[in-house]
Structures are given as structure tokens and as C-alpha cells.
């Protein structure tokens, strides 16, 4: 029998995840409540609940490793304490039971001493809101008696990232000839994860139970400033450099007595207001994975979005 494996979730981290293994000729499943996922002869698509025992139990039957990559259904602390440990649990027990590593996805949320380089030595203890949710997370994976692996990565760009600093409040109006806003600071270093990276540094962690029960970073390059990526983006696109526009912390903090959106978006400030840089030179070199060049990155990424019209 070939070696299964299983995907839950296809936005861009799990779609992209499949798409890799499916490539490289494993037969893959990808569980989803709507059945969606890529077209490939490799990969059956499954639909269902992630934190189904039932479901679980049909799709993950003879896997060899599990790539969980749901997300919470909105950007909240409430949201993701309310659906996230319960599925990971769920499905921590059916890999349990048919022998399959764990392979997650991973924030740099939990990191509680940002201010420094981030690597994976670094102290994971942060408290409270969404910072707290992961590592709450990050705690129930070390405990678990299932082998787990997760991969950390920075803010995503890429194909099929919308929803991010780096995604269609970027990419749009770049490609549209407008003026970029962001939040915090324009200036200041930050780092980005182009998302086939984290995939197949996912994919080479899987393979290798040396690498299991541990925390790894995944390929990024050097820190940018977003008025650096969106500049970057252009040049891709073949447009101007954009103006950059910053929204200052303190009317984001405002805003957030009024907004949930700005109240959620507000306790993440302290990544873009100061340099929040991350290291993933071990894990390159543990797992033999590099970070895509920034040209190569951008260019797929415009072209991504161009395909989208």
C-alpha cells in the first residue's frame, strides 16, 4: 500500500501542502466541511468536520502523517479558544490511533520576547488574547502522546494568501496603480514566510522523526519593511514604487474602543511598531530546506493574483 497522506483545511498553507505531496507522487486526502481542495489525480477530496471522530477515523485511516491546517472562522481570541483546541485534540487522538505524526502550522504568537531575534530557543509563554490561544496550543501538542511537529512562520505572502499584511491589502492596489496603507510602521524590519517555503519545510519535517516532538522555524528570508515588500511587489508587477502610508498605532488603539476588527488587530501592533525579526537558519539546516529567493517569491505571487483578475 502506497503511504497516505492527509491534509485538513485547503486554505493557501493546506492546499498548498497537498499540492507538494501530490507533485512529488504521494497519494494525499484532504478533509474539508465543503469537499473543496486542488484538482490532482493524487488527491481525493473529503468532505467533513475536522473534529469528527467518525469522519477523522475514515479519513485518516492508514495515513502516515496528518498535516492539520484549519483556522479559527474569524480573527478572534473568543473564536479560536472556542473551535481550535477541541479540533487539534480530535485529531491529536485519530492520528494516535493509526500510528501518524502531527504536522502543524504555526505562529510566531506565542514567542514572549519579541523584541529580541526570534529563534526557536526563544521563550514561547505569552499570555492572553490570541498570543495566549497559541500557546495553550503549543502546550497540549508537547503533551500529547501523539508525535507532533510544528512549523513557525511569519506573516504569510504568496499564492493564495488574501487575507494578510502581505495579501490583497498589498498585492490589490499595487497591481491597481494606488497607494499601499499599513499598520504601524512602514519602516521598521519585519519578517515575512513566503508560503511554499512553510510548506515543504511541513512536508521534509514529516518525514524525518528526528525532526518530531520539537518546534522548528520555516524558511524565511532576510526581514523586510513593508514599504520594502510592496516595493518589491511593484517591481514585479511592473508598476511604480507606491507611496506608503503607515496608520499610526494610537488611532488604531482608538479605533479599537468601537471595532472588534481594529480591537483584534491592536494587540498585534507590537510586531509593526518595532523590528519583529525571526531566524530559521536552524531549521534550514536540520531539515535541508531553504527560503525562496524575494525576486522569485514576488513574481509568482503577482502573477497569482494577475491570474485572479
Known amino acids: 500500500m ?19 505531496l501530490a507533485d512529488r507522487g504521494q497519494q494525499v486526502r484532504i478533509l474539508t466541511r465543503s469537499g473543496s481542495g486542488p484538482d490532482h489525480p493524487l488527491i481525493e477530496r473529503i468532505s467533513g468536520d475536522a473534529k469528527d471522530p ?9 495515513a502516515k502523517a496528518v498535516f492539520h491546517c484549519i483556522h479559527g472562522s474569524a480573527y478572534t481570541a473568543a473564536a479560536w479558544r472556542a473551535e481550535l483546541p477541541a479540533a487539534e485534540q480530535a485529531v491529536l487522538s485519530a492520528a494516535q490511533e493509526v500510528g501518524a505524526v502531527v504536522v502543524f502550522p504555526e505562529s510566531l504568537y506565542s514567542y514572549s520576547e519579541p523584541d529580541r531575534l526570534i529563534t526557536e530557543a526563544g521563550p514561547r509563554r505569552a499570555t492572553g488574547g490570541k498570543r495566549g490561544v497559541r500557546t495553550d496550543l503549543l502546550q497540549a501538542r508537547e503533551a500529547s502522546a501523539t508525535p507532533t511537529v510544528s512549523v513557525v512562520a511569519g506573516d504569510f505572502f504568496g499564492p493564495r494568501v488574501r487575507m494578510a499584511h502581505a495579501g490583497e491589502r498589498m498585492v490589490r492596489p499595487i497591481l491597481a496603480g494606488r497607494n499601499v496603507s499599513v499598520v504601524g510602521s512602514a519602516r521598521q524590519p519585519h519578517s515575512f514566510t ?15 522523526p528526528s525532526a518530531w516532538n520539537a518546534v522548528w522555524h520555516a524558511p524565511t528570508g532576510p526581514a523586510l519593511s513593508q514599504q520594502e515588500l510592496a516595493h518589491a511587489f511593484a517591481a514585479a508587477a511592473g508598476q511604480p514604487a507606491p507611496r506608503v502610508r503607515a496608520l499610526p498605532g494610537w488611532v488604531l488603539r482608538a479605533a479599537a474602543a468601537f471595532s472588534r476588527d481594529a480591537r483584534e488587530l491592536a494587540e498585534m501592533l507590537y510586531q509593526f511598531e518595532r523590528p519583529f525579526v525571526m531566524d530559521s537558519a536552524a531549521s534550514e539546516a536540520a531539515l535541508g530546506v531553504t527560503h525562496t529567493p524575494l525576486e522569485a517569491a514576488v513574481a509568482a505571487t503577482v502573477d497569482w493574483w494577475r491570474q485572479q483578475g
Do not use: N, S
Open 54 to 62: 467518525a469522519v477523522l477515523r475514515t479519513a485518516l485511516a492508514g
Open 2 to 20: 502506497p503511504d497516505i497522506y492527509v491534509v485538513t483545511g485547503a486554505g493557501p498553507v493546506g492546499w498548498t501542502v497537498a499540492e507538494q
Open 194 to 208: 513566503y508560503v511554499p517555503d512553510l510548506a515543504r519545510a511541513m512536508v521534509a519535517t514529516a518525514d524525518r
